[in-house]
């Protein structure tokens, strides 16, 4: 199979199964109906939802399930067919299912939400106009925004005084939400180990880009600390959409990377992806 392929087949599949996790984790929570974070609350913040009765009903509490319910029946198809004109309606109702989700919700689109949307359009324009240009441009793409967002918050915490002490490690894991009370007890009375795993975490992000400038063994290394990252934070913190989400950009990455260094030598196997290059 062609190596673009492959990369695509890939992308397409973790996708998928992220946007599958996605929408199991909102149809199983369960939150008051009038809580501040409730439609009758947030309509307020879109005025215009309320003049146009359609926009009015999708964004209801029934209305989100029924998008929802549609959103995971989107992302299943969109794992077992690679036929056109199937796939590219899944996509369309994917990005706008997530579009929708954005303006429901109090904080717009989180870290995943921004991921999963960025990587649905890019495959709706593959699968839109599927030529090798296209896929160049789709894949170059996901990973300037993989790098950029690595970048932004590297650097971000790199100039954070919480973060370069140690605190604002251990101060995650005291959160209520996606604390760890193991990892606030660890951290807390080791602030020494906070401030060294703070160091690695925000030096590994902030020069993520250079790895793609970098010899092979580099860039596999940057990779594989990417994905020992995700896994830990999906873990430790619960965020298995933020693992899936930019594990899947990983698979672009490793093109762009072929590209830049025109075919450098290795093998990398994840799931049915296997590349050998000359």
Same mark, same amino acid.
């Given at each position: 199979?062609?190596?673009q %392929?492959e990369?695509?087949s890939? !992308?397409?599949?973790?996708?998928? @199964?992220?946007?599958?996790?996605?929408? *199991?984790?909102? &149809?199983?929570?369960?939150?008051?109906?009038?809580?501040?974070l409730s439609w009758?609350?947030l309509?307020?913040?879109?005025?215009?939802?309320?003049k146009?009765?359609?926009f009015?009903k999708?964004?209801?509490d029934?209305g989100?399930k029924?998008?929802?319910?549609?959103?995971?029946?989107a992302?299943?198809i969109s794992?077992?067919t690679d036929?056109?004109?199937?796939i590219?309606p899944?996509?369309?109702s994917?990005?706008l299912s997530l579009?929708?989700?954005?303006?429901r919700?109090?904080?717009?689109?989180?870290?995943s939400?921004?991921v999963?949307?960025?990587?649905?359009t890019?495959?709706l %324009?593959?699968y839109i106009h599927? !030529?090798?240009?296209t896929?160049? @441009?789709?894949f170059s793409?996901?990973s *300037?925004q993989? &790098?950029f967002?690595?970048?932004?918050?590297?650097?971000?915490?790199?100039?954070?005084?919480?973060w370069r002490?140690g605190?604002?490690?251990f101060?995650?894991?005291?959160?209520?939400?996606?604390?760890?009370?193991?990892?606030y007890?660890l951290l807390s009375?080791?602030?020494?180990i906070?401030?060294?795993l703070?160091w690695?975490?925000?030096?590994?992000e902030?020069?993520f880009?250079?790895?793609?400038?970098?010899?092979?063994?580099v860039f596999?290394?940057?990779?594989?600390?990417?994905v020992?990252?995700?896994?830990?934070?999906?873990?430790?913190m619960?965020?298995n959409?933020?693992?899936?989400?930019?594990?899947s950009?990983?698979f672009?990455?490793?093109?762009?990377y072929?590209l830049?260094?025109?075919?450098a030598v290795?093998t990398l196997q994840?799931?049915?992806l296997q590349?050998?290059?000359?």
């Amino acid at each position: 199979m062609n190596i673009q %392929l492959e990369i695509l087949s890939s !992308t397409k599949l973790i996708c998928g @199964i992220c946007c599958i996790v996605y929408a *199991l984790e909102k &149809l199983l929570y369960k939150k008051p109906m009038h809580d501040l974070l409730s439609w009758d609350v947030l309509q307020l913040r879109h005025p215009i939802f309320i003049k146009i009765p359609i926009f009015d009903k999708l964004c209801s509490d029934n209305g989100i399930k029924i998008i929802t319910v549609i959103f995971l029946i989107a992302s299943l198809i969109s794992i077992i067919t690679d036929l056109t004109f199937i796939i590219i309606p899944c996509y369309f109702s994917i990005a706008l299912s997530l579009l929708i989700f954005s303006a429901r919700s109090a904080y717009g689109m989180d870290g995943s939400d921004q991921v999963i949307f960025i990587i649905a359009t890019c495959l709706l %324009l593959v699968y839109i106009h599927n !030529t090798i240009i296209t896929r160049d @441009i789709v894949f170059s793409f996901i990973s *300037l925004q993989l &790098l950029f967002s690595y970048f932004i918050s590297g650097y971000a915490k790199l100039t954070a005084k919480v973060w370069r002490n140690g605190e604002a490690l251990f101060g995650i894991m005291g959160n209520d939400i996606y604390g760890n009370t193991y990892g606030y007890n660890l951290l807390s009375k080791n602030i020494r180990i906070s401030r060294l795993l703070s160091w690695i975490v925000f030096c590994w992000e902030a020069f993520f880009f250079v790895s793609i400038f970098c010899n092979q063994e580099v860039f596999i290394s940057f990779i594989v600390i990417g994905v020992l990252f995700h896994l830990t934070n999906a873990i430790i913190m619960g965020l298995n959409t933020f693992f899936l989400a930019f594990i899947s950009c990983y698979f672009p990455l490793i093109h762009s990377y072929l590209l830049l260094h025109g075919h450098a030598v290795f093998t990398l196997q994840v799931f049915d992806l296997q590349i050998l290059i000359k």
